[in-house]
Every structure is written in C-alpha cells, then in structure tokens.
C-alpha cells in the first residue's frame, strides 16, 4: 500500500491527463481539433468614444493620473441588491462575502461628486449618444425607439455606485467576416469604469480618473468556431468602430471579453483582453481548459455515483507539529495565520489534473481562496503538488489526522483566522462544482494565454432600471439623417484595398489607424498609383511610427499635403518616403525647408540623363564583374540620390538598360 | 390595480398593445420597421410618454420601442416578476435591546413601484433582516408602520401620531426606538419630536438614507445599523438624528433633533449639526461621545408627550425689495404666527414695517431668525433691528428657521397667550436655543486652501 502511494506521481498525473482529453498546441491545432470539442466564442467589444466630457456628469474625457496624485480618498461597501426581477445575482453575493474594503483615490480635475455617488447623474452626453447611434447603424443593429438606462450591478467595487449605467442602442446586427458573417446580439452605450491599483486582503483601491468616460460594448454572438476567427471577428468591430474617427484610440481605449464554451461545457467570459493578438492562445487554452473539467467530472461521477452523499473533513493543524520547511508556509505561521488540512475522498488524480499549459485543477482552489476568501497566495498546497512542498512525512501524518483513505486527495491552507469560515466554504463549493462540469465564471487573461479565476459570471439577474434618469426617445428623422452620413463599410474597403491589389499585410494597420479614407482619397483626387499609396502607409509610415517621435501632433491629413505638394512641384513619387521621417519628427516644417533638410536638388531630367554615358565609360574601367546587371545597378546606385523625386526611377533603369554597349 | 394587464400604458401606446393583444409581462416578438424585437412587456411609468412600449430583452435590458414603427407583435409566452426580498424571521436574543423602529416612508430596504418609476420601501423585520442582517446581531426588531409617506408628505398630523405612538411604547418599557424616515424634512421632525416627546428615558433615533437601498451603495443598510446601535445601546436619551458622518462608509454622527439640517441635496454626509458639535460619532462597534453634557438613559418608562400644533404657522424668506402685501396676503388669510427668515444679523426692509405694526395689531405672533444658518439673531446692532423689535418681531436667538417654525406651531397649538407663546419660544427645551456658540461650532472649509486641501488629504471624505 505503501508502495502504490509513493508510485502515484503528481508531475506524470499532468502529463498523462494532457494527453488523455487530446490537448495539442494551437500551432498543431486543426479545424478537426476544435469541432472533436465544440469550440464556440462569442465577444463583447468595448470601444471608449472620443468626447470632451465623460457620459452622465461634465467632467473631462480621456486624463489620466497616476497612482499616486489624488486629492482625496473615500471609503464605500458593497451590498447586494435584487434586481428589477426580484433576484439576487451569484458574484453580488460572492463580492459581499469578501468583505472587501473600497478605496476611491479622487482627483478634483476628472472626478465630481457625480462619479463618487453624491450627485445624481446629469442629462445623457449628446455627443456620445450620437456615436453610439452611428456605429449601431455600421453594425446593421436594430435601433430602439427609446433609449432606457439601466443599472448593471458591479460589486467588485469598480463603480462607486455598485452598478454601470448602461443602455441598449440597438439589437440583432451583423457584421461580414471573410468568410462567413458573424450575428451581433447588441450594441450598449455605457460609462467606464475604475482603474485598479491594488487588491490586497481586504482592501481594493481604484482610481476614478477613467470613470464615467463614454463607452460602447458590442456583443457577438457565440458564431465563432476556431480562434483565429474570433480575433479577425474581434479586428473587424475594432476596424468598424475606428472607421467613424470618432473614437479613441491608444492604450486601453479598447478592451474586450472573450466568451468560450467547449461541447457540454459552460460559457466563460475571459476579461479584458487588452489586445486581440492574444486572442487565439486564450480561447484555445480556455476551450481545453473546460474539456478538461469535463473529464474531471466523469472521472468524479464514475468513482462517487451519489454526490449528495460525498463530504469533506478537516482539521486544523498545529504548525509546531510538523516539520514545515516551505517559506510562505514559515512566514504564514509568524503571521499567526490558520493552517488547516481538508480531505477530498475520491480526489485523487483530480487536483494534479491538466487544465492549462503548466496549471493543474489544484489552481482553481488557490485562485478562489485568494479572490473570495481574500488570503494571497500562496495559500495552499496539496497532496498533488507538481512541486512538493511538504515533506512524505509530514504529509502521512495529515493523512493520518483527517483519516484519509488511499483514493483521496489533500489540500493544506492557510490564513487570518477570520478568513477561515469563507476560506472552508470556498474550497468546498469549488470541490463540488466539479460534480458539475465546468462553473459559469469570469477570468483573468494573462499575457502567455492562460486565465485565472476573478468572478463568478453575472447573469441577467443583475439588471435594474435607472430610476434616476427618464428614457430618451429616438426621433426617426435624426435616426435617418444619421444613416444618410454613415462611413463606408469596412468590409467594402477591404474588398477595394484588394481591387487595387494593395499588399494584404498593410490592411491591419491601415485599418486600426483608420487610413482607408486617407488613402482613398489620395488615389482619387491625386491619381497616385494605388498600391504605391497603400504601402506607403502600410510599410513606411508603419515603420516611420515606429521609430520616430513627433516634436508636435502629427496629423496624418499631412500625408495628403505631402502628395498634393509632390503633385503640385512635379517631383516624383519616391521623395515622399525620404521625406516622411522628417515630417513626421517635425509637423510643423514646410514641406521645402524638409527638402532641404533631406539634402534635396532639383535637377532637370536631361541633366540626370547625360551623366548615364559618363558612368557607363566609369563601370568599364572598375568593372570587377561581366554580369550586365551588375553595371545597371551600380550606375542606379550612383544617381539614385540625385535622382530620387526627379525622375522616376523604373524610368532611370530603363534608360541605363537602353544605352549600355 | 393587481389585475392591471396594461400597467401604466395609456393612449396610442395602449391602444397598440390592445390591438395585437398584448399584455404587460407577455413575452413578446415585435416586428417594426427598424427590425425585429424579442423581449417582454414591461409596465410603464405613469408620467411617461405614450408613443413608447418598454420591453426587456433577453440580456436583461430594457429597451423603448415607438409605437409608431410597430408593425405586428405576437404574445409568445407570459412571466411576471416577483419581486420581492426574502423574508426571514427576525431572530430574538435574551440579551439584546429591545428596539421598535417606526416606518415614515423613507427608503431603508426598498423595491421598485412601476407606476412612478421610483422605488417604495419594504419594511417588516423579516425583509429588514433578509436585507440587512446584521441587525440581528444589534438588537431585537419590532417594526410598525404608521404611514407610507415620502419625506415632503410629513406634516403636523403625521408629528403628533408619532409622538403618541412613541409615548405609547415608552410605557411599555422598549429600549429604543428608531424612526425610519426620508431625508428632505429630517431634522423638522426631529425638531417636532423633541418638543412633543419631552424627557424620555430611551434614545430616540431618526434616519434615513441619501441613496435608495436599492443600490449596492446605498447608505440605507449602515445607516440602519448604526441607529439600531444608537436605539439600543447608547446612553443618550434624546431626539436625535443619525446619518453618515463623512460620505466615505466609515462612521455615523448623532445630531440633536434641533440642530440639525440637512446641508446638501444629494450628499451622503448631508446632515450637519449647526452652530454645534455633534452628539457623538458612531459605528457597528462604538459610541465616541462628542458632547458630554446630555440627557442621560433612564430605567423608568415616564415621559411627557405634548401632541400641539397649530398649522396656521409659516415662514417668510425675505429678500430684498420685498413688498408689504407678501406679509399683509399672509395675515389676511388668518396666519397667527410668521417666523422671518431675514438677513444679516436679522433685518428685513423697511418697505415691510407698516405691514408689520398691521400685524402685530392683528395679534399675530412674529419671530426672527436667519438666512446665515450660522450664528444668533442681534437685533440691538442696527437701528432696523430695535425698530423691528419695537413692532412686536422677536429674536429667535440662534434657533434654526425650520425649528423656530416648528416650535411656533407647536407653542400656538398650546396657548394664544404672546407672553406664554414668547415663553415656550425662548425656553430652550433641547438647546434649540443655545447660551453660546462653541468655535468650532461654525467650520465651512474652503476647498483650494492648501491646509484645507492637505486634510482633505489625509482624512476620509
């Protein structure tokens, strides 16, 4: 028996697990892969909108402070309320048994008494209703005729009210992928929320300088069925919402949740995903994530036919009775923190299961512990540590103590006694949700594609009328006068910026940065060869970004300038790209003096031209090569400079080409 | 009302619901021309418009739709809301007060009402407890509601059953009483009870809430706690008045019932003790006394109810420029008591004075107070003031204009007789009047001082 204990190996449990529910990386994943375990994603797309004040008060949009410049703080808790249905909503009663202590620090420049819950909200920002308007029209939504604002209960303190004003603009829309179309649930305007600073035990400390600012969330439906597709679903709202120029832009300006499922599992929301980049390797991850609890399950189900009847023990442990060498365990018994030890019959196996790459389902009850029961990490161990913590000996007597038999797993915690009560609730709930399959959860994303625990998922129970502003009707006429004004869609210009054989590469950045218009404009009323246009902004003014820094806003309308100028002084094309690094370190030169800084001249064609025989007699007299290629370039490399903006220099080749030999 | 199956619609919304037979709580696809809708019927608040249907969406929003774009709807299904918070039984402790809390109408555990759109409170103690729990481990609740009025409704009929109701409970020996009320006309009740409910051996608190407990971050619950602390454990045996102290959720303060005023429109630290400090701060666990000369708890159910008041009272705000026939239209139709509202020191125009000396022939009672808030009425500084005083207007010391009001009505409802009524003014009965004004009984803080804004700093708004 002793034997069999010492054979069970936690590290090759995981290996095994992995391979046993077919996980494979995303690299080897196959469309075959996610159909064998239903992967279906859904988003919910939020875009700040680019308006001087923020959405229910007058407070300015868009400045930010940092953590520590605030003019005041105060201090608010957070209770559940029923919704307008007459329930509670599960994380409003998960976030009261925290017992988390809010900390609003208050700037006095973006922060009124409106966003701290002391003044009612002011008439809806006119501005911002309108944008929503004009993207829900883009998204093919159904308007509403009256715009209600209801209050979305958030007990996490992120809001000081404890709820989001938010309202519908419109519903069942659908935006074009490349290959199929993707339905849309709803667009909602709403008010952003806190930025974190800190949740540490009991105390979380937001900022309220984002507060307020007008938001919009654009919910999918679960239409998509492979990762890729839910990030190119994901460009293509980020893409559309861009396409208005009426939106911010730049860091955090636009966040979104993922929602994954697996076949038989539960819709998970992954929260905000700053970049659609990691898009893929999160929704891959999550889809196994959940494939893997439901292995969990059957394994559960199989060993324990009546989970009614299955109960956990525990004990508290006496720190000096053992021989504890583990250094937050050490630290945990200066603190004169708790320990304790639970029996989970039938475990074993399960708490070094597979869940996500390098995480196991041990995880899930460290992440729950330190969010409801708020005691950091690390706070456990168990019997099935991919790295053990404990000694054999002191884990036998554990075993010893619970009474535990040879089919059970241990988890070993520790905290302040006063989390104790939460902190057995939390592992025990947790424990039987595994009966269940896979919790209805919101999670963290991180940056190497895996998620942790942070909520227990909202439903529609958290829903109540704002009893503190009147419906706003939708006159038909505004609505039409604003449908008549609408951008081009974005798919549309995709499929111009492919007429024009502009390189696919550059479609990304032109529409992240909403180029299309630009550019169009410059094919049409400059008449500049298409794909010259759409790789200058694609390539080189990608790259210009990059690497230089504006000494003063940049404009990109001077990009049109540039060309109009070019145009206007005959000069060539192939300037602009010389150029554009010095506009774009110096808005504010004329487009001349940027000649000059470049060490530009004019010379007539003719010019260019008679000194081609000159070098040609040069080549023959240095020639280290008889490849008649050879000669032509290294002539262009002696006139390119010169040439460049005065002649076009196909047409210089071409001519170099005719009077050789 | 209960079978209202068009709750709220009217006109051409009502008739569109009639047409495609449609109820309110019907699940419903609607087909308009801006596209089709899911969602179901929802009622409709009273004064809003009739072009608009509301519905909730499957996601749980509710949603407008113009009557006007509807071209078909189809009742699929029907689910009414039950909203309704879960009642558990109070649990009784042997060793916890005894502690009657007096329903006002204010919003301490509340729900919504589909016909104002506004909210209307719960109130046994069996939702106080499935609301607030915590109340369970403060005292043992028993609640009444005397009536269901918003805070403006509470007038002088509504101050006497409340005085009678508490006496009432007095002899039959509770610890504490609460009383739950809104917040616009606090402190006039608190005034009102202090001089009706004289000398009471138990606390005798009111409270209320700045925002609806229907909010997560509402006031409502910690308020409730802390007067439920104040009713059963505190030694204080007065009318007086708890609300938060700072907006933070930190600590509560007890006001006297005839210093307090209400001091912000939407504030949670709205109600501030003028021209004094506070009677004591308060939270979950402690009672820090501020005051320490106060009525003391007593053992003895005896105290002196005085249920008066005479509604021919009012109040005049002046201002500059007013004209004589704003008093003259006030006698006439048969006021027997004005308390001024008057500048500075206290002084109206002189505009006003035969309108004055034609009141004071007519017998009506008048009494200055001040628009500052802050500081007592000196009438013997200026010539305006002695001649006031000479046409019968007497100084209300540094009584608060709403408890001058409410103490005239009270001391007419008692005696016509001036020099009785003058006696009953300026007898402080709970330092309505005060001998003196302590330094720090006036502090505005002016944002932007750089001392100022250091502490606002450092402590907890």
Not at chain 2, 98 to 120: C, H, P, W
Not at chain 2, 380 to 406: H, Q
Request: with cysteine; glycine share 6%.
């Amino acid at each position: 028996m002793n034997k069999a204990k010492k054979d069970f190996d936690p590290k090759r449990n995981y290996e095994e697990t992995r391979k046993a529910i077919g996980y494979v990386t995303r690299k080897q994943a196959t469309q075959a892969d996610y159909d064998r375990i239903g992967f279906k994603s859904g988003l919910e797309v939020h875009q700040q909108l680019k308006t001087a004040e923020k959405l229910f008060c007058h407070c300015p949009s868009g400045i930010y402070h940092d953590h520590d410049d605030y003019d005041a703080e105060l201090i608010r808790h957070m209770r559940p309320t029923l919704s307008e249905l007459g329930e509670y909503d599960g994380t409003a009663l998960m976030e009261f048994k925290t017992r988390k202590e809010i900390v609003y620090r208050v700037k006095n420049e973006t922060t009124c008494t409106y966003e701290v819950d002391d003044t009612p909200p002011f008439p809806v920002n006119k501005e911002a209703l309108e944008i929503s308007i004009v993207i829900s029209l883009l998204s093919r939504l159904n308007i509403v005729g009256e715009v209600h604002v209801t209050r979305k209960q958030y007990l996490d303190g992120s809001i000081p009210t404890g709820f989001q004003r938010t309202a519908i603009i419109g519903v069942e829309g659908d935006i074009p992928l490349r290959h199929k179309k993707v339905r849309l649930i709803q667009l909602s305007l709403e008010e952003d929320s806190c930025r974190e600073i800190s949740d540490v035990g009991h105390t979380r400390v937001f900022k309220t300088d984002r507060l307020g600012m007008p938001l919009i969330e654009t919910v999918t439906y679960p239409d998509m069925v492979n990762p890729e597709e839910v990030k190119e679903a994901c460009d293509y709202i980020r893409f559309l919402n861009r396409s208005t120029g009426m939106v911010r832009i730049g860091s955090g300006a636009g966040r979104q949740d993922v929602n994954v499922s697996c076949e038989g599992g539960t819709r998970v929301e992954i929260k905000g995903v700053s970049h659609t980049r990691w898009i893929p390797e999160l929704t891959h991850n999550e889809s196994f994530r959940q494939y893997a609890l439901l292995r969990i399950r059957s394994m559960l189900n199989e060993r324990i036919p009546e989970p009614k009847e299955w109960e956990m023990n525990y004990e508290r442990l006496d720190f000096h009775n053992f021989s504890f060498e583990y250094a937050p365990m050490k630290f945990a018994a200066n603190s004169n923190y708790t320990f304790m030890a639970m029996n989970l019959p039938q475990f074993k196996g399960v708490l070094s299961h597979f869940t996500q790459p390098c995480k196991t389902f041990a995880d899930d009850f460290t992440d729950r512990l330190k969010v409801i029961a708020c005691i950091e990490k690390p706070n456990m161990t168990s019997s099935e540590a991919l790295e053990a913590v404990i000694s054999d000996h002191d884990m036998e007597k554990i075993k010893k103590l619970l009474g535990a038999g040879e089919d059970d797993a241990q988890i070993i915690f520790w905290g302040p006694e006063d989390d104790m009560k939460t902190a057995l609730e939390t592992i025990e709930e947790r424990a039987r949700m595994a009966f269940e399959g896979v919790p209805r959860e919101t999670r963290k994303s991180f940056e190497d594609g895996t998620t942790v625990f942070e909520r227990v998922l909202p439903g529609a129970d958290r829903m109540y009328p704002d009893t503190d502003t009147a419906p706003i009707p939708l006159d038909k006429h505004y609505i039409e006068e604003l449908r008549n004004d609408l951008p081009q869609d974005v798919i549309d210009r995709y499929h111009q910026l492919k007429k024009w054989n502009v390189p696919e590469d550059t479609y990304t950045y032109i529409f992240k940065r909403n180029h299309y218009p630009l550019i169009e404009k410059i094919i049409n009323e400059l008449k500049f060869d298409p794909i010259f246009t759409g790789t200058f902004f694609g390539h080189r003014l990608k790259y210009v970004e990059g690497h230089y820094t504006p000494s003063a806003e940049f404009d990109y309308s001077l990009i049109y300038d540039l060309f109009k100028f070019l145009k206007d002084n005959k000069l060539e094309k192939e300037l602009a790209a010389k150029m554009l690094p010095v506009i774009y370190e110096h808005p504010k030169m004329d487009f001349d003096s940027v000649l000059n800084t470049i060490n530009f001249k004019r010379l007539s064609r003719d010019e260019i031209i008679s000194k081609i025989p000159f070098l040609h007699q040069k080549f023959d007299s240095i020639r280290h090569s008889e490849k008649p290629e050879n000669e032509t370039a290294w002539i262009m490399g002696q006139l390119r400079r010169t040439a460049t903006g005065n002649i076009p220099l196909n047409e210089l080749h071409t001519l170099i080409e005719e009077q050789k030999s | 009302m209960g079978d209202d199956i068009f709750q709220g619609y009217k006109g051409h919304a009502l008739e569109t619901l009639k047409k495609y037979n449609v109820r309110v709580w019907g699940q419903t696809e609607v087909d308009t021309t801006r596209g089709k809708f899911y969602g179901t019927v929802l009622p409709r608040s009273e004064n809003d418009d009739d072009k608009h249907i509301v519905m909730k969406i499957e996601t749980g929003y509710n949603i407008g739709l113009d009557v006007e774009t509807i071209t078909g709807m189809k009742e699929t299904g029907y689910k009414k809301a039950n909203y309704k918070i879960p009642e558990q039984e109070f649990p009784y402790s042997k060793d916890k007060p005894n502690v009657k809390l007096f329903g006002t109408g204010g919003t301490i555990a509340s729900r919504l009402d589909y016909r104002t759109g506004a909210v209307i409170p719960a109130f046994s103690p069996g939702e106080l407890y499935g609301a607030v729990p915590e109340l369970a481990d403060v005292c043992n609740l028993t609640t009444e509601k005397l009536f269901a009025v918003f805070s403006e409704n509470m007038g002088p009929e509504q101050y006497k059953k409340l005085a009678v109701a508490i006496g009432k409970e007095i002899e039959n020996g509770i610890e504490g009483i609460i009383i739950g009320h809104g917040t616009d006309t606090l402190h006039h009740t608190g005034a009102a009870l202090t001089f009706m409910v004289q000398n009471p051996p138990v606390p005798i608190v009111l409270v209320g809430s700045q925002r609806s407990s229907d909010r997560p971050s509402s006031d409502a619950a910690l308020n409730l706690i802390h007067a439920a602390k104040a009713a059963g454990h505190s030694d204080i045996a007065e009318v007086m008045v708890s609300m938060f102290g700072p907006t933070s959720d930190e600590y509560g303060l007890l006001h006297k019932g005839t210093r307090v005023r209400k001091m912000h429109s939407s504030y949670r630290s709205t109600f501030r003790t003028i021209g004094d400090t506070p009677l004591a701060m308060i939270d979950r666990d402690n009672i820090r006394h501020i005051k320490k000369d106060y009525n003391h708890r007593r053992k003895d159910h005896k105290v002196k109810i005085l249920p008066y008041f005479d509604d021919r009272v009012t109040m005049l705000y002046y201002y500059p420029g007013m004209k004589p026939d704003t008093l003259d239209s006030l006698v006439d139709a048969g006021y027997k008591g004005i308390v001024f509202v008057g500048t500075g020191l206290g002084h109206v125009n002189k505009e006003l004075y035969p309108a004055i000396e034609r009141a004071q022939k007519k017998g009506v009672h008048m009494y200055m107070t001040l628009q500052t808030i802050w500081g007592y009425v000196h009438m013997f500084v200026y010539d305006t003031g002695r001649d006031m005083m000479a046409k019968g207007i007497i100084p209300a010391g540094n009584m608060l204009p709403e408890v001058a009001f409410i103490k005239l009505g009270w001391a007419l409802g008692q005696t016509d007789d001036p020099e009785e009524v003058k006696k009953l003014m300026l007898t402080p009965i709970n330092d309505e009047i005060t001998p003196r004004e302590p330094y720090n009984g006036y502090l505005v803080f002016q944002g932007g001082i750089p001392e100022v804004e250091d502490f606002i700093k450092r402590v907890h708004k």
